[in-house]
């Protein structure tokens, strides 16, 4: 059979292709042609001026990074701890649940609790900040509990030492029920077999786990954890930025906040460009990083050698 040229594969498949044509559209139009935004990283660029009437500066922009500029270490700083916590915490959350919800027998409980933890990630960074405010705020139902029994009152909402603690509780309230859902997947498609064969061997439940069970969850957990490097300096600028003005910008600032702080509302526009830039180069980096040294390991990450 003699093999088909491009031109004729292009006229086989033009119904999907023609189909496939909106979807590249916006891809092009929303996540590529804005990549020629990131040339006011080496302007001065001021919006009534436009970016091509805006002088160039070349890397002027970059030495809030190159000297250190004490507002984006402070920034960066606070990236980082958050990044490292949601990591060490919020990542492994959902395993946990996952493994939890799959131990449970009756389908009907599990369908519930299932429920129960979904709902919180259809819920807005701002309803779900109001929520948190309602409950642990100055005049919250906690401490207005403690006013009743004359205990007197916590600051949670409002300090600057609790606010780690609360940015991680609040995103493993909205987001780790969500995203069990891929490892119960992945849970799902595990042969039980292996789970009867080590019982018969005597294996205890804490053995399955640890030989069946995780090592079927390795391939997806690498894969999202490559996937949260690439996120590893975003940590959520809705739900920070709501909450700023409550424990000021020395304990919140982060680089998606000061980003927007020196940009949109100081008009600093070229080093909030500069700034965004090298963060999403450092984040490309660690993800190839991270996907390399899967493959060392076996694993086939986000692509395959």
């Known amino acids: 059979m003699s093999r088909l040229t491009w031109w004729d594969r292009v006229r086989r ?27 006011i990283a080496f302007k001065d660029y001021q919006p009534y001026i436009g970016i091509f009437d805006s002088p160039w500066t070349g890397l002027r922009n970059f030495r809030v990074i190159v000297n250190g500029d004490p507002a984006f270490l402070n920034a960066l700083t606070n990236t980082l701890i958050i990044t490292l916590l949601q990591v060490l915490i919020v990542f492994p959350a959902p395993i946990a649940l996952a493994l939890l919800l799959d131990s449970l027998m009756s389908e009907r409980l599990k369908r519930a609790v299932q429920s129960i933890l979904y709902l919180p990630h259809f819920l807005s960074w701002v309803i779900v900040v109001a929520i948190f405010m309602q409950l642990l705020g100055d005049g919250g139902l906690l401490n207005n509990f403690l006013r009743e029994h004359d205990l007197g009152t916590v600051s949670i909402i409002s ?17 780790a029920g969500w995203a069990t859902i891929l490892f119960l997947a992945a849970l ?12 018969v061997d005597g294996a205890s439940r804490w053995r399955q786990l640890w030989h069946i069970t995780l090592p079927g969850l390795r391939s997806l957990i690498v894969l999202l954890l490559i996937l949260r490097l690439g996120d590893a300096l975003t940590v959520g600028f809705e739900q920070i930025v ?24 100081a008009g600093d526009w070229g080093v909030s460009a500069a700034v965004g830039l090298v963060k999403g180069v450092v984040g490309l980096l660690l993800v190839l990083g991270a996907n390399k040294l899967a493959h060392r390991f076996g694993e086939q990450g986000v692509y395959q050698r």
């Open 242 to 265: 709501l909450q700023q003005q409550a424990v000021g910008a020395d304990a919140s600032e982060v680089l998606d906040t000061y980003v927007y702080n020196n940009g949109i509302l």
């Open 13 to 39: 498949d033009r119904i999907l292709l023609l189909a496939a044509v909106p979807g590249v559209a916006l891809l092009l139009i929303f996540h590529y042609l804005p990549w020629l935004g990131n040339v």
């Open 188 to 199: 799902s498609r595990i042969d039980t077999t292996l789970y009867e064969a080590s019982a």
């Open 159 to 175: 300090n600057p030492d609790a606010f780690l603690a609360l940015v991680t509780g609040q995103v493993l309230w909205k987001d």
